[in-house]
């Protein structure tokens, strides 16, 4: 009986490792990971676990109903069709193919081996998807032919003692890409690969068949990580199968993308490495997962940035604290379109940047020769900046912002805050004022009666010029202490109204006033806001909206040992200016964030994003087209191998 229950284990064992070796019909893989076949060196991932399931849980959100409207059907296929003529389709795949495809899990990553040229490849699980998955090669061959935009070839593919067949499409060189290029693609009625690499192709298929006892999965960094956000899902009532996953390598990916750069274009010195001598290669790892229509949200994600030592050189200028809870201040109003607060520790980050100052200018001792001029020039404003000024500071920092829905393309009115420790007030506002005041790049102006200074090199000069002359022969030029609000030059409120003859209005705004050191880029703004810190002016904290979600974010953080950083986004105002931006074709002209943050993306050292590609014309106007978003918050939270942050949105409608 022991012999034959033996007997049995041992073809039951044959049966196992025969359905799971290379290219096996077992039914196991309709439930493959492609995290265990990715190699150790991909620098970034991106998975979904099941695309149908995804697009199931996309359906259900109301961006999705507001697309799915009648009114925007000449949108929706203007936005397909423009979609697929820019696709850079480096693989071929294109929008229709990812979705018609996979039948399980889709996996895509940027892989950099050492010496080797970095690559992209993508595998996703096609099993019971045979047909499509041949009609697509051969669609792809025939378009590829015809159009006389490459060659396709057939290549055999040496993987250990086997040889497997792979399609190959070479293209000749283009705009985009200067140098011919190839992309390989190995079908098998259970997978998909597609990589643009030869040498990927074939480490790949190693993976597949059986060498995955290193993998991207079994990397510490990236097993942290997914623990850690699909222990908070599990814990919060979510699925353990996240929608999404995703990692990365931060300087490890930016230099791989580095080195894809023509050397014309790229700077000698790698930023990466500069960071990495500096201690941020203590970061070994940021990813997270992210679902939709999950746990009564629209939309949740969890971000892990993991540091499983202690934080050394210029990336303790990150160490941040816990505390029990963090409030907006007072001056953040019920309308406040979204705003960020944050505990850190500005003295402990000043003391931590002079280092990374140094290691970018290859000039050791750099930083100190800038603080000691500062301190020391007679002509200068004779300030230690470590103790007259960031040793005053306490540890809140937060910014909010505005936008008006009439004039989205006057762009965002901002204002950061970091508050000072009680008594220290008046030494802070000296201490700018020995700054400012030395400087003719700054104009003096005064806001409910206290000082504050507004950086206009142009009007500054003209303004410190015609001071100058009113002043007694005696006076200094450059004030080696504080002038009074009353001595200064001021700018008037016409003065700071935009028009075609200045535009001091768009320079940022400094001074101290409530126990904050303020900045803002907007000078009416910003008295607004001081004038929100008056007793009994509403806050927000009175917007039900805002103690509708911040309920919600509190039963999150309960689950923390405290929090360092907090936000709240109203999102409609928001959404509405860069809507009717898109739907004027003026994104690259905005001055909404979105916009500044797209031009940057977008932008190349050769090319400015200078015009939108994308037509948003068959847009309806927003207040016609039923738009409906929700709020959203997030929070952050130090743990003791890295950062851990959350965020989530809610339905418009949502009680």
Same mark, same amino acid.
């Given at each position: 009986?022991?012999?034959?229950?033996?007997?049995?284990?041992?073809?039951?064992?044959?049966?196992?490792? #025969?359905?799971?070796?290379?290219?096996?019909?077992?039914?196991?893989?309709?439930?493959?990971?492609?995290?265990?076949?990715?190699?150790? %060196?991909?620098?970034?991932?991106?998975?979904?676990?099941?695309?149908?399931?995804?697009?199931?849980?996309? /359906?259900?959100?109301?961006?999705?109903?507001?697309?799915?409207?009648?009114?925007?059907?000449?949108?929706?296929?203007?936005?397909? #069709?423009?979609?697929?003529?820019?696709?850079?389709?480096?693989?071929?795949?294109?929008?229709?193919?990812?979705?018609?495809?996979?039948?399980?899990?889709?996996?895509?990553?940027?892989?950099?081996?050492?010496?080797?040229?970095?690559?992209?490849?993508?595998?996703?699980?096609?099993?019971?998807?045979?047909?499509?998955?041949?009609?697509?090669?051969?669609?792809?061959?025939? +378009?590829? %032919?015809?159009? @006389? !935009?490459?060659?396709?070839?057939?290549?055999?593919?040496?993987?250990?003692?086997?040889?497997?067949?792979?399609?190959?499409?070479?293209?000749?060189?283009?705009?985009?890409?200067? *140098?011919?290029?190839?992309?390989?693609?190995?079908?098998?009625?259970?997978? !998909?690969?597609?990589?643009?690499?030869?040498?990927?192709?074939?480490?790949?298929?190693?993976?597949?068949?059986?060498?995955?006892?290193?993998?991207?999965? *079994?990397?510490?960094?990236?097993?942290?990580?997914?623990?850690?956000?699909?222990?908070?899902?599990?814990?919060?009532?979510?699925?353990?199968?996240?929608?999404?996953?995703?990692?990365?390598?931060?300087?490890?990916?930016?230099?791989?993308?580095?080195?894809?750069?023509?050397?014309?274009?790229?700077?000698?010195?790698?930023?990466?490495?500069?960071?990495?001598?500096?201690?941020?290669?203590?970061? @070994?790892?940021?990813?997270?997962?992210?679902?939709?229509?999950?746990?009564?949200?629209?939309?949740?994600?969890?971000?892990?940035?993991?540091?499983?030592?202690?934080?050394?050189?210029?990336?303790?200028?990150?160490?941040?604290?816990?505390?029990?809870?963090?409030?907006?201040?007072?001056?953040?109003?019920?309308?406040?379109?979204?705003?960020?607060?944050?505990?850190?520790?500005?003295?402990?980050?000043?003391?931590?940047?002079?280092? !990374?100052?140094?290691?970018?200018?290859? %000039?050791?001792?750099?930083?100190?020769?800038?603080?000691?001029?500062?301190?020391?020039?007679?002509?200068?404003?004779?300030?230690?900046?470590?103790?007259?000024?960031?040793?005053?500071?306490?540890?809140?920092?937060?910014? %909010?912002?505005?936008?008006?829905?009439?004039?989205?393309?006057?762009?965002?009115?901002?204002?950061?805050?970091?508050?000072?420790?009680?008594?220290?007030?008046?030494?802070?506002?000296?201490?700018?004022?020995?700054?400012?005041?030395?400087?003719?790049?700054?104009?003096?102006? +005064?806001?409910?009666?206290?000082?504050?200074?507004?950086?206009?090199?142009?009007?500054?000069?003209?303004?410190?010029?015609?001071?100058?002359?009113?002043?007694?022969?005696?006076?200094?030029?450059?004030?080696?202490?504080?002038?009074?609000? /009353?001595?200064?030059?001021?700018?008037?409120?016409?003065?700071?109204?935009?028009?075609?003859?200045?535009?001091?209005?768009?320079?940022?705004?400094?001074?101290?006033?409530?126990?904050?050191?303020?900045?803002?880029?907007?000078?009416?703004?910003?008295?607004?806001?001081?004038?929100?810190?008056?007793?009994?002016?509403?806050?927000?904290?009175?917007?039900?909206?805002?103690?509708?979600?911040?309920?919600?974010?509190?039963?999150?953080?309960?689950?923390?040992?405290?929090?360092?950083?907090?936000?709240?986004?109203?999102?409609?105002?928001?959404?509405?200016?860069?809507?009717?931006?898109?739907?004027?074709?003026?994104?690259?002209?905005?001055?909404?964030?979105?916009?500044?943050?797209?031009?940057?993306? $977008?932008?190349?050292?050769?090319?400015?994003?200078?015009?939108?590609?994308?037509?948003?014309?068959? $847009?309806?106007?927003?207040?016609?087209?039923?738009?409906?978003?929700?709020?959203?918050?997030?929070?952050?939270?130090?743990?003791?191998?890295?950062?851990?942050?959350?965020?989530?949105?809610?339905?418009?409608?949502?009680?």
């Amino acid at each position: 009986m022991r012999k034959r229950k033996m007997r049995k284990f041992f073809y039951f064992f044959l049966l196992f490792f #025969a359905g799971t070796t290379f290219f096996a019909a077992s039914p196991l893989f309709a439930q493959i990971k492609t995290d265990r076949f990715f190699p150790e %060196t991909t620098q970034i991932y991106v998975a979904v676990s099941d695309v149908a399931k995804l697009r199931e849980h996309w /359906s259900q959100t109301q961006f999705n109903e507001t697309l799915s409207d009648p009114g925007f059907q000449a949108f929706r296929e203007s936005l397909r #069709a423009q979609i697929e003529d820019a696709w850079p389709n480096r693989l071929g795949l294109t929008l229709d193919d990812l979705a018609a495809l996979p039948t399980g899990e889709i996996g895509v990553g940027l892989i950099a081996l050492p010496g080797k040229k970095p690559g992209v490849a993508a595998m996703m699980n096609v099993a019971g998807n045979s047909e499509r998955v041949n009609e697509f090669l051969s669609r792809l061959i025939r +378009e590829t %032919t015809a159009a @006389k !935009l490459g060659e396709a070839s057939k290549e055999r593919l040496a993987v250990g003692t086997k040889s497997i067949e792979a399609t190959v499409l070479t293209f000749p060189p283009d705009e985009t890409h200067p *140098t011919a290029r190839k992309a390989y693609y190995i079908a098998h009625p259970q997978l !998909l690969l597609a990589t643009d690499q030869k040498y990927l192709a074939e480490l790949l298929l190693r993976k597949l068949a059986g060498d995955t006892k290193v993998s991207l999965a *079994t990397q510490p960094e990236y097993q942290a990580i997914m623990r850690r956000c699909i222990q908070d899902a599990t814990t919060a009532g979510g699925s353990a199968t996240p929608q999404v996953r995703f990692f990365g390598r931060p300087l490890e990916a930016g230099e791989a993308i580095r080195s894809l750069t023509p050397a014309s274009e790229l700077n000698a010195r790698s930023p990466f490495v500069v960071l990495a001598k500096q201690g941020f290669d203590g970061v @070994k790892g940021v990813g997270g997962v992210l679902d939709f229509t999950t746990e009564n949200f629209e939309a949740v994600y969890r971000v892990k940035v993991y540091i499983p030592e202690a934080p050394t050189l210029a990336l303790k200028m990150l160490a941040f604290n816990n505390v029990e809870s963090l409030s907006p201040p007072s001056w953040v109003g019920p309308n406040a379109n979204r705003y960020t607060t944050l505990n850190v520790n500005a003295l402990t980050a000043f003391n931590n940047f002079g280092p !990374l100052f140094d290691e970018f200018l290859e %000039t050791e001792g750099a930083w100190n020769d800038v603080l000691a001029s500062l301190e020391q020039d007679r002509n200068g404003p004779q300030v230690n900046l470590g103790s007259d000024l960031f040793a005053n500071f306490g540890r809140q920092f937060t910014s %909010t912002n505005a936008i008006d829905p009439k004039s989205a393309e006057d762009g965002e009115k901002y204002v950061v805050s970091l508050n000072i420790l009680e008594g220290k007030e008046e030494t802070a506002r000296e201490t700018l004022g020995r700054m400012f005041d030395s400087d003719p790049d700054f104009v003096a102006l +005064e806001l409910d009666g206290q000082a504050f200074w507004q950086y206009s090199p142009n009007r500054g000069a003209a303004e410190s010029s015609a001071a100058s002359t009113r002043r007694a022969p005696t006076r200094p030029t450059r004030p080696t202490r504080p002038t009074q609000p /009353s001595e200064r030059p001021r700018v008037s409120s016409a003065a700071s109204t935009p028009g075609p003859e200045t535009e001091i209005i768009e320079g940022a705004v400094f001074g101290v006033a409530n126990g904050c050191l303020f900045v803002s880029n907007d000078v009416q703004y910003l008295r607004a806001k001081l004038k929100e810190t008056e007793a009994g002016a509403a806050t927000i904290m009175d917007s039900p909206e805002h103690k509708r979600v911040l309920a919600l974010l509190a039963s999150e953080t309960r689950k923390t040992n405290g929090l360092f950083l907090q936000g709240y986004a109203r999102n409609v105002d928001g959404l509405r200016a860069n809507y009717e931006l898109f739907r004027q074709g003026k994104t690259p002209e905005g001055k909404t964030i979105t916009s500044k943050l797209l031009k940057a993306i $977008l932008s190349s050292p050769d090319q400015r994003y200078d015009s939108q590609k994308i037509d948003g014309s068959a $847009l309806p106007p927003f207040d016609e087209a039923n738009v409906k978003v929700g709020a959203s918050a997030f929070f952050g939270a130090v743990e003791s191998d890295g950062y851990f942050f959350k965020g989530f949105s809610v339905r418009s409608d949502s009680k």
